[in-house]
C-alpha cells in the first residue's frame, strides 16, 4: 500500500457475499446454505452502512466474525445466511461502520480531560480549572497557602488555554506568591518561573542561551521567566525530584488513559517514545490487560540532541550504545504490542515557538529557531539504526528540520539500501520546500501528520508564520498530491480522530477562520489516512486498517453518518460502539464495557 491518501472510488454497494477461502484457515468451509456450529460465526453485524476502505472505498451492509477476524462482508441477507443457533445477531439500524481509528502518535502515562468534545492531558488538580490569570492567581495563592515557605510550587498550564500573549511573567508571578519558588510547566517545551526561581537556579541577564534552548529576555535584556526548549536543563537539577510512584499506579495509569481512548473509536495507538526502561511495564500492561486495550505500536524514544547532551557526539555514541543493547528491532512482537520506530528530535516546539525554519519568523528577522539534534548526531544514529533493521520517525515541525531530516535518511539510504523502510516525519506542520517533498516521494519517507493542530496550536502558529506560510501549515493535500504516503493521528492535541477529521476537511483554524483549503482533504480520504495509513506506517496493512476478510475485527459504529453529514458537523458525530478483535470494548448506552 503506496500512495494509501489517493481519492478512493466511493459509495459502490456490494451485491457479492463474500467468504474467506478455506485455504486461509487449511479447513474446508460449507456453503451458506449448510452453514454449521463448526465454521458459524460468532457475531454477525447487520442492516448497516459498513464503509470497508479496501482499495476500492465499498460499501456493505453487514460483516461477520469468527475467533476475532472477519470472515464475510457483504450484503445483510448473504452474510446472515452463514449464521447458526449460536451466532449473536447484532443489527445496526442503519447505522455506519467504519474501521477502528488509529492515532500516529500519543504519550503514555497522561491524565486525561475533557476539550471540545475531546480529550487533552490534565494538568494536576490543585491548578485545573484556572484557565485565565485571575484563577491562576487564585489557585497559586491557595497552593502557598498549603506548602511551607521557601519550597518549591510546581504546575502545568495547557497550551489550548494558555498561548504565549497570556503566559505569565517572573513579574506577575511575584505579585501572587513572592516567597515560595515557583515553576510552572507548558507542555514539554516551555517552563515559566518567578523570581525566587530564577534565583536559585541561577539564571540572570548574563546567562547565555544554551545550544537548543532559549531564556525570553524583555526589553531590558532581563530574563522574563520563560525558558524554552534545552535550556529547561538549567532548571530541572534545582527542582525536588519527582514522587516515586509504583508499578502498579503507573500501570494503573497506562491502563486507565488506554481505556478513555476507546470511546473516541481508536482502536490501535503509536506510543511516539517509550523510553527502554519503560518497555517492561508496557509489556505487562498488555500481559494483563490487552485484550480490552487499544493494539499498541511502541517507538523507542533516543535522545542525542541538546535536549540531552551538551556534546552531540556523545550523545550519538551513548544512543548508539543504547541501540545495540536492546537485541530487537522494529516489528517485534504480535498483533496486541509490537515495536515501532526509533524516534528522534530534531527541532524544537510550535507552542515555544522555536521549530527550525528556513525563513526568518514572522515579524523577528533575526530568528529561525534552532535546531535540536546536530545533523552528524542524527546521521550516525539513524544510520546504526537503519543497519541494525530500525524503522526511523523524526520529529521535524519547521521547514528547516524536515528538508536536515530528508537529506539525512537520504544519504543513509544512499549508503545502506534497504527497500520498504518506511521511515517517516513526525508533525512536518511548516510546508517544506517543493523539492524537499520531491524527494521525500521518490525514497518512500512518509508523515505522521496531525490535523487538529490547525486548531488546537494554530495560534502558535500565527506567532511566527505569515502569508502562504500561515496558510499552508499542517499541509495535507500537498504531501498527498506528490506520492508521500501519510497517516493521522493527534500528539494529543487533542486526541479524537474525528475531530482530525473535521480538521483535515475543513482546514477552519482556531480562530474560526479557513486556512489554506487547497491543502484540504475529502472525508473518505481522511478516514482512509486515518485507518489504512496508519496501519501502513507501522507495515500492518494486510492486518488491519480496513474491513476485509482475514483481517482484525476492529471497528467502530457512529451515531451518524459521516459521509453524507455536513462536513461542518463530523466533529459532533457520536462513537456509538468500539470494538477490537470482535469484542465491544466500549459502548455508549451504557458508558463502559467489561
Known amino acids: 500500500m503506496r500512495g494509501n491518501g489517493r481519492s478512493a472510488a466511493a459509495g459502490m454497494l456490494?451485491?457479492?457475499?463474500?467468504?474467506?477461502?478455506?485455504?486461509?484457515?487449511?479447513?474446508?468451509?460449507?456453503?451458506?446454505?449448510?452453514?454449521?456450529?463448526?465454521?458459524?460465526?460468532?457475531?454477525?453485524y447487520h442492516e448497516g452502512k459498513v464503509v470497508t476502505v479496501n482499495e476500492s472505498f465499498d460499501i456493505a451492509e453487514a460483516l461477520a466474525i469468527r475467533d476475532g477476524r472477519i470472515v464475510a462482508v457483504g450484503t445483510s441477507g448473504d452474510v446472515r445466511a452463514l449464521a447458526s443457533e449460536s451466532t449473536r445477531l447484532v443489527n445496526l439500524e442503519g447505522r455506519t461502520v467504519l474501521p477502528g481509528f488509529g492515532d500516529n502518535h500519543i504519550h503514555l502515562g497522561a491524565e486525561l480531560q475533557e476539550w471540545e468534545g475531546t480529550l487533552i492531558s490534565a494538568v494536576d488538580d490543585w491548578i485545573r480549572g484556572a484557565d485565565d490569570m485571575q484563577e491562576l492567581g487564585e489557585a497559586l495563592r491557595r497552593r502557598a497557602a498549603q506548602v511551607p515557605e521557601g519550597e518549591w510550587i510546581q504546575g502545568g498550564l495547557t497550551r489550548v488555554h494558555w498561548p504565549n500573549q497570556r503566559v505569565p511573567t517572573r513579574w506577575t508571578l511575584d505579585e501572587f506568591v513572592p516567597n515560595h519558588p515557583v515553576a510552572l510547566t507548558r507542555g514539554p517545551h516551555t517552563a515559566v518561573l518567578n523570581s525566587r526561581a530564577l534565583e536559585i537556579v541561577g539564571i540572570t541577564r548574563d546567562t547565555p542561551n544554551p545550544p537548543g534552548g532559549w531564556i525570553i529576555r524583555d526589553e531590558r535584556g532581563e530574563p522574563s521567566g520563560r525558558v524554552l526548549e534545552a535550556a529547561r536543563r538549567l532548571v530541572d537539577p534545582h527542582l525536588p525530584a519527582a514522587p516515586q510512584r509504583s508499578d502498579e499506579e503507573i500501570l494503573a495509569r497506562y491502563r486507565d488513559q488506554l481505556r478513555q481512548l476507546r470511546r473516541l473509536g481508536l482502536t490501535h495507538v503509536d506510543v511516539a517514545g517509550v523510553r527502554p526502561a519503560q518497555l517492561r511495564l508496557v509489556q505487562e500492561l498488555y500481559e494483563r490487560w490487552g485484550e480490552e486495550l487499544p493494539r499498541m505500536t511502541a517507538e523507542i524514544r533516543m535522545r542525542p540532541g541538546w535536549d540531552e547532551y551538551d556534546d552531540p557526539a556523545e550523545g550519538a555514541r551513548h544512543s548508539i550504545q543504547e541501540l545495540e543493547a536492546l537485541g530487537f528491532h522494529t516489528g517485534f512482537g504480535d498483533e496486541r504490542l509490537k515495536i515501532g520506530a526509533i524516534k528522534m528530535g530534531a527541532d524544537g516546539g510550535l507552542s515555544a515557538p522555536v521549530y527550525w525554519s528556513t525563513e526568518p519568523y514572522a515579524g523577528r528577522p533575526d530568528f529561525h529557531g534552532e535546531q535540536l539534534i546536530h545533523e552528524d548526531a542524527l546521521y550516525q544514529v539513524g544510520k546504526r539504526a537503519h543497519e541494525l533493521g530500525w524503522q526511523l520517525g523524526i520529529h521535524t515541525i519547521g521547514d528547516a528540520a524536515t528538508v536536515m531530516a530528508t537529506d539525512v535518511v537520504a544519504r543513509i539510504l544512499e549508503e545502506s539500501p534497504r527497500a520498504d523502510h518506511r521511515h517517516f516525519l513526525h508533525h512536518v506542520f511548516v510546508k517544506p520546500p517543493a523539492e524537499t517533498i520531491r524527494r521525500m516521494s521518490e525514497l518512500g519517507i512518509g508523515v505522521a501528520s496531525h490535523p487538529s493542530w490547525t486548531t488546537a496550536l494554530g495560534g502558535y502558529a500565527a506567532e511566527s508564520l505569515d502569508g502562504d506560510r500561515l496558510e499552508t501549515q499542517n499541509p495535507s493535500r500537498s504531501l498527498l498530491d506528490a506520492g508521500v504516503w501519510v497517516s493521522y493521528g493527534s500528539d494529543q492535541l487533542p486526541y479524537g480522530p474525528l475531530f482530525n477529521i473535521w480538521n483535515a476537511v475543513t482546514r477552519r483554524g482556531w480562530d474560526g477562520q479557513i486556512y489554506g483549503p487547497e491543502e484540504a482533504v475529502t472525508v473518505e480520504e481522511a478516514i482512509r489516512l486515518h485507518t489504512m495509513g496508519t496501519a501502513y506506517q507501522n507495515f500492518d496493512e494486510d492486518v488491519r486498517g480496513s474491513l476485509e476478510i482475514g483481517k482484525v475485527a476492529d471497528f467502530v459504529v457512529l451515531g451518524e453518518d459521516i459521509l453524507s453529514v455536513d462536513s461542518e458537523r463530523i466533529r459532533e458525530i457520536p462513537i456509538d460502539k468500539t470494538i477490537i478483535g470482535g469484542r465491544e470494548v466500549y459502548a455508549k448506552a451504557v458508558n463502559t464495557v467489561r
Do not use: K, R
Request: hydrophobic residues 55%; glycine residues 4%; aromatic residues 6%.
Open 14 to 44: 456490494l451485491t457479492a457475499m463474500f467468504v474467506a477461502s478455506p485455504a486461509a484457515h487449511g479447513q474446508q468451509v460449507p456453503a451458506a446454505s449448510q452453514a454449521s456450529e463448526a465454521f458459524a460465526p460468532d457475531v454477525i
